[in-house]
């Protein structure tokens, strides 16, 4: 199994080259040079395993054994869930009005990202420890990618993380699960601008491909392959837990309801329909809603700003996993793809091909729910199941409640009601706060300010610098090129 950049520009890469790159050299995403095809017997095999069992099995098709043995590949993944608090590490609530909800929170933050950050941590730890390396992690965060990250590689030796969070676009919970973690590998950054602007500096750095290779820079964010490859498990679990039966022919369809930020969890899902899960896929995302526009009328264009809303982790005007949807779209066409995400970074508006936007339409559904739509799903869904959803699963909820369902239909937690406290008091309720969550005001924090009008891309560089130079690690090279 061997990796390409969706824009062709860069060389092949094994599953490790993919997980020590942030983008490819070229500017664009590793994807797999061929997505595996499952038969009607595996999927029968796999709907009886439990969640973590799944994981294995996936995992086992995009790392080879030569790189990790199967015992190895099985040792890591159940090291990383661990520390998850749900002994099924994800669990599916079935409520009323047929609303079934997977909750994928049940790790350390709080937040769906816990689980292929969990594995992405220990697949890193492996390699590192085999070569003795130490890597530079980049990340950008809208909310829980930056808190996620942390946790999987705080207090390790061979890791320093950088992480660039938009100061007064998170919640508060959020902003303290990242700067009250003090350990010497830690680097937080508040900068005062929203979660797409902190991608432009982060981008900068990765594509000087001289700087990227002088400090193993590596990325965590949902640009990083690993990250997608175990999201796909999601959907094949929720598939599994809500198909009425795998007996009949044609197999049935569920249809998994995705909230949509950065486009990962998505892409993920096109990448299980590639592999052959009978499934329909629903991106819904809120008031930033270029998905959306794009899955509707191909316009996958800028909005003037980015809407500060309740689901503040999808508050993204530019979703950079939609390049690895649009390049599966059109079978692995990278001229073309990257013809277009070029096209599209000039202008910030693209136009979709009429061929394009046909196959994205009969891959996507979507929709938009604002904040109003928002406090009406989480009142909703307490009303009728005492039962409370973060502002991300009710966006979900949200088309649950206003499209009629003809099959099952899955949607999607990504995160746990408790941290999101505004959007609930919005909605005229008190979330149960977890002591862990409580204890977070007291703590100590610590984080560097990035200002309006400050060259951010220069001051991460001089961190990363001046932290190599305090490790006497600089100039060790990528661990694979």
């Known amino acids: 199994m061997e990796y390409v950049s969706t824009r062709g520009g860069a060389g092949a890469v094994d599953f490790e080259g993919a997980l020590f790159s942030g983008y490819a050299p070229d500017g664009g995403l590793f994807v797999p040079q ?28 995009f790392v080879t054994a030569e790189l990790v043995p199967r015992s190895t590949l099985n040792d890591l993944i159940d090291r990383a869930f661990s520390r998850f608090r749900h002994k099924d590490v994800v669990h599916l609530s079935r409520l009323k009005d047929g609303l079934n909800v997977l909750e994928l929170w049940h790790g350390v933050t709080y937040a769906f990202k816990d689980l292929s950050l969990s594995c992405t941590g220990q697949f890193l730890q492996y390699f590192l420890e085999k070569k ?26 061979n890791v320093d993380i950088f992480v660039v969070l938009p100061k007064g676009f998170c919640t508060q919970i959020q902003e303290l699960q990242m700067t009250t973690v003090i350990e010497d ?30 400090y193993n820079l590596m990325s965590l964010n949902s640009v990083n392959w690993s990250r997608i490859m175990v999201q796909i498990a999601h959907h094949f679990y929720a598939y599994f837990q809500c198909a009425p039966s795998l007996d009949t022919t044609p197999l049935p369809m569920v249809e998994i309801v995705v909230p949509t930020g950065g486009g990962g969890n998505i892409t993920a899902g096109c990448i299980a329909q590639k592999m052959g899960l009978p499934i329909q896929l629903v991106a819904v995302v809120n008031s930033n ?16 700003s980015v809407k500060a809303t309740l689901a503040s982790a999808m508050d993204i005007q530019e979703p950079y996993n939609m390049e690895r949807i649009l390049w599966l779209l059109l079978g692995s066409d990278s001229r073309l793809t990257k013809m277009l995400m070029e096209r599209f970074s000039v202008s910030k508006s693209l136009k979709l091909p009429e061929d394009l936007h046909r196959k994205l339409s009969e891959t996507l559904r979507s929709c938009s729910a604002s904040d109003e739509d928002i406090v009406r799903a989480v009142q909703r869904c307490w009303e009728e199941n005492r039962y409370l959803l973060c502002p991300h699963s009710a966006v979900a909820a949200h088309y649950h409640y206003s499209q009629p369902n003809s099959m099952p239909r899955c949607c999607l937690a990504p995160a746990s009601a408790a941290k999101f406290q505004d959007a609930l008091l919005r909605a005229g309720l008190v979330p149960q706060l977890p002591p862990e969550i409580t204890a977070l005001t007291a703590m100590e924090t610590r984080s560097t300010p990035l200002e309006r009008g400050q060259d ?17 690690i600089a100039g060790q090279g990528v661990t694979q090129t």
């Open 185 to 214: 590998n830690v680097h937080v950054f508040a900068a005062h601008g929203n979660s797409d602007e902190i991608d432009e500096p982060i981008k900068e750095l990765f594509t000087d491909v001289d700087f990227a290779r002088k």
């Open 289 to 304: 809603d270029i998905i959306h526009r794009t899955v509707q009328h191909g316009d996958f264009s800028l909005s003037e």
């Open 132 to 157: 003795k390396q130490h890597v530079s992690i980049l990340v950008g965060t809208s909310g829980d990618t930056g808190s996620s990250a942390i946790e999987s590689v705080r207090g390790q030796k």
């Open 34 to 61: 061929r997505i595996p095809s499952l038969d009607r017997d595996t999927l029968r095999r796999w709907s009886r395993l439990p969640y973590r069992e799944l994981v294995k099995e996936l995992c086992s098709l």
């Open 456 to 472: 951010w891309a220069q001051a991460l560089r001089e961190q990363i610098e001046a932290v190599a130079r305090r490790r006497g």
